[in-house]
């Protein structure tokens, strides 16, 4: 079991800034699950994406987090990404000038020389990223364009979805990816997500609704509350929080 | 992370403190400054009289002024008696005799910023007969300028061979009295370059003052005049990437520009002097002149800077717009880190009709370093229809630098068009975090960054300064941050 684990997070604590906000986090993945993460607000979701990409302002103050048999916690964020961990971010930042192509192409080559590839030639890259983009049903003239620049929210998304394909990382982290979306952009993003999907490839998916789960289906949900997972199903699950709301599991959390 | 940082940043600054100058200097003028050293220099360089004439007035000028103390920089009070103002250059056989003698980390950081080899030699000031093949690359240089009619040349041979040009067009755009620093330069000088485009020729390469048979050290006091004759064009590069040394503090260098009816100039410069250390000790002083003159009807001029050296720069390339329909332009990127400090920007002055100026201004501060644009756009009442267009970014990296713009404008003709722009902002760390979560390490991610920044200035670069110009962006910027 523990030998084809992709990741195991052990007892996690984390703090932002002073304040703890993971409290004691365990969760397995194996290749080519998908799970989703739900919760209410400020239970710790996104906490738990950033920590993961090895964010700054994040500080791990116990537990631990083992990467295909490493030790994904001391690791830069540089690293853990050439290893195989992608975020798509909440908020996909602009880069002004930065050229999209370049960035994912400078991004490609880390990856690749991280796994003893050699650089893609410039002919290469762009056949790549021209198949990748019709996948994601974008412009071709976005290649040009800078890095998120003047973006609207549902091309950003797309966007992080798009690099993700390029890319192609062994673990997934998707950091709200639906929020923002209207119901076209939300199936070019499942659509995209669901293409990726791989036996060799898995997805941890933080999400508010799940609208999101519908077209994305996941394997196992899990509810996090109060820095902890307090409870695992299938999809399921996840039909049920729809329903009813988080409050019928909160009262067992309450400490 | 941040001790690796450190490590290439002491490397970087390293190869300044390495000693490849020996102390055995001959001929050198003890230090001081009264009419008697302005006459030994012009006596030393054989000049005729009104050469002599022109920088005695200019010193008599100068020293009827004061320092200027405008600008946004900080400095102790220079003691002009303590500079010795001529030494002859080095003989060969104080200088290394070949690479092989000369400090490794230099040549690992012209390997770096992709420098040819045979201009390794020169920059490192080996031996000029051990310089590989630049005699004879130079000599063809020359012949094909000559058969164009072009006169490319240092300033000292240009006095001796081609006087009556030099004495119709120097000081016709610097006039001694200019400023300070100008006419200390004009009292002092050292040499330079000097460019003659006859009229009709279009220059059939880049001149690079990398090709001008000159004398080491002369970076100091250094006047260079260009003229382009009615409907000439010339491309001029000056400076070099590679971290050039000097012993001198104190540059006040100017610069001379002339174009006739129809004529294009078009100057780049890349300046890298030594920007002093970590803490902000030595590095040199560059006040800098800097001014062309759109003499004729529909001339250009074009000035595009990349500036990263230096521990203080205050230079503003300028255009007189004089003829009408002519066009004034100005891209720079202006790097300053650590202690460093600049005041940089230009000056347009719009009097003929229809006159167009651009400004592309990019700064960008790191460490604890000050970086100052500082830009005129001044439209005289006969200029009708002149246009401007202005735009001046800022960029930020880390939190103990400080950017500052000052524009001035005057406009006296009311159908002028003025336009201005101005951001500033910061390398955010979400900006960071985004690249590196793609695989892309802090380095790099900074320099792809301010690469994205400078973009529109890069593009105004002869296609291989823009390459070198981004190479020595990123060495510029060695740990900037972490």
């Known amino acids: 079991m523990s030998k084809q684990t992709l990741i195991s997070i052990k007892d996690l604590h984390a703090n932002v800034g002073d304040t703890p906000i993971l409290k004691g986090l365990t969760l397995e993945i194996n290749p080519g699950e998908v799970h989703a993460i739900m919760g209410p607000n400020g239970s710790g979701k996104s906490t738990l994406a950033n920590v993961l990409a090895g964010r700054d302002d994040y500080t791990v103050t116990g537990g631990s987090v083992e990467f295909m048999g490493e030790n994904l916690l001391e690791m830069e964020p540089e690293e853990r990404a050439r290893a195989g961990v992608f975020l798509a971010f909440q908020y996909p930042v602009e880069i002004p000038g930065v050229n999209n192509t370049y960035l994912l192409r400078a991004a490609l080559n880390a990856v690749r020389e991280a796994r003893g590839e050699e650089e893609i030639s410039a002919v290469d890259f762009m056949k790549l990223a021209r198949e990748k983009m019709k996948l994601m049903e974008m412009d071709p003239g976005f290649l040009n364009r800078g890095v998120n620049e003047g973006f609207s929210g549902g091309e950003k998304k797309r966007n992080e979805i798009f690099q993700m394909a390029v890319l192609e990382p062994a673990l997934c982290v998707l950091d709200e990816t639906d929020s923002g979306l209207d119901i076209d952009a939300l199936k070019i993003v499942a659509n995209g997500v669901n293409s990726l999907r791989a036996e060799d490839r898995s997805f941890l998916m933080v999400t508010h609704y799940q609208r999101l789960l519908s077209y994305i289906v996941p394997d196992f949900v899990h509810v996090l509350a109060g820095g902890r997972i307090i409870r695992s199903g299938d999809k399921d699950l996840a039909l049920e929080l729809e329903e009813r709301g988080y409050d019928w599991l909160l009262g067992d959390a309450a400490a | ?482």
């Open chain 2, 1 to 482: 992370m941040s001790s690796t940082s450190n490590d290439v940043q002491s490397f970087v600054d390293k190869k300044y403190k390495h000693g490849f100058v020996t102390d055995i200097e001959s001929d050198t003028f003890p230090p001081g400054l009264d009419e008697s050293v302005v006459r030994a220099i012009s006596a030393r360089k054989n000049e005729p009289e009104f050469m002599l004439e022109w920088r005695l007035k200019a010193f008599r000028l100068w020293q009827e002024m004061e320092t200027p103390e405008w600008a946004h920089v900080h400095f102790p009070p220079i003691d002009y008696n303590a500079i010795s103002y001529f030494s002859a250059p080095k003989k060969d056989e104080d200088r290394p005799k070949s690479l092989d003698e000369v400090d490794p980390k230099l040549l690992e950081t012209y390997d770096k910023l992709g420098i040819p080899l045979h201009e390794r030699a020169r920059l490192a000031g080996v031996a000029v007969d051990a310089v590989f093949d630049s005699v004879s690359v130079t000599t063809t240089f020359r012949d094909k300028l000559y058969e164009a009619g072009v006169i490319f040349c240092s300033f000292s041979e240009a006095v001796q061979e081609h006087p009556e040009l030099v004495k119709k067009y120097l000081g016709t755009v610097v006039p001694q009295r200019d400023n300070y620093f100008a006419a200390l330069n004009s009292a002092v000088f050292s040499d330079g370059s000097f460019v003659f485009i006859p009229k009709g020729v279009r220059c059939p390469m880049e001149l690079s003052t990398y090709f001008r048979i000159n004398e080491m050290n002369t970076g100091q006091f250094e006047r260079t005049l260009i003229v382009a004759e009615e409907g000439s064009h010339v491309s001029y590069l000056e400076g070099c990437t590679a971290p050039m040394r000097d012993e001198n503090q104190l540059h006040a260098a100017v610069v001379e520009l002339v174009a006739l009816d129809d004529a294009e100039i078009k100057y780049s410069t890349v300046q890298n002097w030594y920007p002093g250390d970590e803490e902000g000790k030595g590095g040199i002083y560059n006040f800098v002149t800097k001014r062309g003159d759109c003499r004729g009807k529909n001339s250009k001029i074009s000035w595009t800077q990349v500036e990263t050296g230096s521990a203080i720069t205050w230079k503003y390339p300028s255009c007189v717009l004089r003829g009408d329909n002519s066009i004034g332009e100005f891209y720079s990127v202006a790097v300053t880190n650590n202690y460093q400090q600049a005041d940089t920007g230009t000056k347009m002055i719009h009097i003929g009709e229809n006159t167009k100026s651009t400004i592309v201004s990019k700064g960008i501060s790191a460490g604890k370093a000050q970086n100052a644009y500082r830009g005129l756009v001044k439209i005289m009442p006969q200029a009708k229809g002149a246009r401007n267009y202005t735009q001046c970014d800022s960029l930020l990296i880390g939190k103990e630098c400080g950017a500052h713009t000052f524009p001035y404008m005057e406009v006296k003709n009311a159908s002028a068009t003025v336009e201005h722009e101005a951001t500033t902002s910061k390398i955010g760390d979400d900006q960071l975090f985004y690249c590196r979560q793609r695989g892309i390490d802090e380095e790099d991610a900074v320099n792809l960054i301010v690469n994205g920044f400078c973009k529109d200035v890069f593009r105004e670069l002869p296609m291989e300064f823009a390459v070198e110009a981004q190479a020595l962006l990123n060495v510029s910027l060695e740990g900037a941050v972490g």
